[in-house]
């Protein structure tokens, strides 16, 4: 029997976080995806990397894969035996052609499913601070096309829409603005009708504009609204004047590159989304743990972790080989950050020492200065192959015995150079960060950029590097959120 199938996805607006946790589930074990332009770059990238993407993307009036075509592909990947998920922006059958691209399935006796998704209409609407209904001021909300069938001129009855005096939701319908705004005029409706347009909406580059019906051509024009854009006409888009949450989240418009380690990066990732950021993830280093590993923990007295990429390593070793955490009976374990604590914590172990700062050499001066180390004392280091200086210079300084026993590699990941003027931000949770980036980009390119660094070593490196720097006040990625939002809205207010 073939298993093929076809699944209708509907991806919601393009904020991934809308998605149905259907559309979730049926992305991630898709093995083929048929998507067009309306789905955004967060939700593409998770599906996975094996599955085979054809792109159908279609621009209003322009269609590069034919509506025939498009169905044509469905059934014949489907016939392959494959799952094939065809996503969708918003809702698959609001004026998504869903419709349409079932009949061919159903001639063919493809089997399928459909997943709905939340239509931008209202999603974008929302994330506007317009509800599309409100008692108050209507009892109707109406989707409209300004798109006519194949391209051709749409035929709205605006004479209709005035009487029916609800919330009226223009799609398709930027190009088309002059007729609408016109059509509405004509049709007897209020000059200071309240009207808003949401472009981009739920993406962290959303624009919303607030205007009235006599002025809805000026200020798109003006404003040079692109499409996908909403159109929204009613008493109800006088409202997001009070309900626009969006676009007064703390990191609204600021663009935010991610240089961690891509496996760790999303926890980073998810608070500057939550904040209304929008993170770049351009991951300049990964670590690569040594194998054969064999440290002397038995000769030391104090055995410290300086990341946790560290702890990893070594665990998965130690747990390959059949031990676990017993051999630090005895031992006094160190870590150096709240991130690398937790690692341990994690296999049992609760860290004796953290240091008040992010970094090696403060560990070092902090652990002689409460007594945990001394001259009788030996430390092994498990730590990254050329680890930093800093920390076995200040071992020496106070006599302290010790070995620095590498446990994994940090490797630098080549990039295409970026555009500077898309970035207001860096960040760097550590130093190898900052090196991995600079080796990304010609010299000089990153000079004055704001970066936000964990760790005073960071911090030093990175304004060494001729960035504007700023140190979060903990070793954690809430922290360095917690700094953005510090930062920009001081920037904003100075901005006023
Ligand atoms: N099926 C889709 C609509 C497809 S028609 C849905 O349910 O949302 C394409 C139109 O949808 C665009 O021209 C625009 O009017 C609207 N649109 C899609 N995504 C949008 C977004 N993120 N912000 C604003 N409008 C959007």
């Given at each position: 029997m073939n298993r093929g199938e076809v699944i209708l996805v509907g991806a919601g607006p393009g904020d991934k976080e809308l998605l149905t946790l259907a559309a979730l589930k049926a992305i991630e074990s898709a093995e083929v995806v048929v998507y067009d332009r309306l789905v955004s770059k967060e939700i593409m990238d998770l599906i996975p990397k094996e599955a085979k993407l054809i792109n159908v993307g279609k621009n209003v009036g322009d269609h590069p894969v034919p509506q025939e075509r498009i169905s044509e592909i469905l059934v014949e990947e489907a016939k392959e035996g494959r799952k094939v998920v065809r996503l969708k922006g918003g809702d698959p059958f609001l004026f998504g052609r869903g419709g349409e691209e079932l009949e061919l399935l159903v001639e063919n006796s493809v089997k399928f499913r459909v997943i709905p998704g939340i239509t931008s209409s209202i999603g974008a609407a929302t994330y506007g601070g317009i509800?599309?209904?409100?008692?108050?001021?209507?009892?109707?909300?109406?989707?409209?096309?300004?798109?006519?069938?194949?391209?051709?001129?749409?035929?709205?009855?605006?004479?209709?829409?005035k009487e029916l005096d609800g919330t009226l939701i223009f799609m398709m319908s930027v190009g088309k603005i002059q007729y609408i705004a016109n059509g509405l005029l004509d049709a007897g409706m209020d000059p200071n009708m309240p009207c808003g347009i949401v472009e981009n909406g739920t993406r962290?580059?959303?624009?919303?504009?607030?205007?009235?019906?006599?002025?809805?051509?000026?200020?798109?024009?003006?404003?040079?609204?692109?499409?996908?854009?909403?159109?929204?006409?009613?008493?109800?888009?006088?409202?997001?004047?009070?309900?626009?949450?969006?676009?007064?989240?703390?990191?609204?418009?600021?663009?935010?590159?991610?240089?961690?380690?891509?496996?760790?990066?999303?926890?980073?990732?998810?608070?500057?989304?939550?904040?209304?950021?929008?993170?770049?993830?351009?991951?300049?280093?990964?670590?690569?743990?040594?194998?054969?590993?064999?440290?002397?923990?038995?000769?030391?007295d104090v055995i410290a972790f300086t990341s946790s990429a560290g702890v990893q390593s070594f665990f998965d070793d130690l747990m390959e080989k059949g031990m676990d955490s017993r051999v630090f009976a005895n031992k006094i374990v160190a870590a150096v950050?709240?991130?690398?604590?937790?690692?341990?914590?994690?296999?049992?172990?609760?860290?004796?020492?953290?240091?008040?700062?992010?970094?090696?050499e403060t560990m070092v001066k902090e652990m002689v200065k409460n007594g945990v180390?001394?001259?009788?004392?030996?430390?092994?280091?498990?730590?990254?192959?050329?680890?930093?200086?800093?920390?076995?210079?200040?071992?020496?300084?106070?006599?302290?015995?010790?070995?620095?026993?590498?446990?994994?590699?940090?490797?630098?990941?080549?990039?295409?150079?970026?555009?500077?003027?898309?970035?207001?931000?860096?960040?760097?949770?550590?130093?190898?960060?900052?090196?991995?980036?600079?080796?990304?980009?010609?010299?000089?390119?990153?000079?004055?950029?704001?970066?936000?660094?964990?760790?005073?070593?960071?911090?030093?490196?990175?304004?060494?590097?001729?960035?504007?720097?700023?140190?979060?006040?903990?070793?954690?990625?809430?922290?360095?959120?917690?700094?953005?939002?510090?930062?920009?809205?001081e920037n904003s207010s100075e901005g006023k």
């Open positions: 509800p599309v209904t409100h008692r108050d001021y209507c009892s109707s909300v109406h989707m409209i096309t300004g798109q006519g069938k194949r391209g051709t001129q749409p035929n709205i009855n605006f004479g209709a829409l962290s580059n959303q624009r919303k504009v607030i205007s009235t019906l006599e002025n809805l051509e000026r200020d798109v024009k003006s404003k040079d609204i692109k499409s996908p854009a909403l159109i929204i006409v009613g008493r109800v888009a006088k409202l997001s004047n009070d309900f626009d949450w969006f676009s007064k989240l703390p990191l609204k418009n600021q663009n935010i590159l991610v240089t961690q380690p891509q496996a760790k990066a999303s926890k980073l990732a998810e608070a500057i989304k939550e904040a209304g950021g929008n993170p770049v993830l351009y991951p300049v280093i990964k670590t690569e743990p040594i194998r054969p590993i064999n440290p002397p923990i038995r000769e030391h950050g709240s991130q690398t604590a937790k690692a341990m914590a994690s296999y049992g172990i609760v860290a004796d020492f953290v240091p008040s700062t992010f970094d090696g180390i001394s001259e009788s004392k030996s430390v092994l280091l498990l730590r990254a192959e050329m680890g930093s200086r800093e920390t076995v210079e200040a071992l020496e300084e106070a006599g302290v015995k010790y070995c620095d026993y590498p446990v994994y590699r940090t490797e630098y990941i080549s990039h295409e150079p970026l555009e500077s003027d898309d970035i207001d931000w860096i960040t760097f949770t550590s130093k190898s960060c900052v090196t991995g980036l600079l080796k990304t980009q010609s010299e000089g390119f990153l000079k004055g950029m704001k970066a936000i660094c964990i760790g005073r070593q960071t911090e030093e490196l990175a304004k060494d590097a001729g960035f504007e720097t700023y140190i979060s006040d903990v070793a954690t990625v809430n922290s360095i959120v917690d700094k953005l939002k510090e930062l920009a809205s």
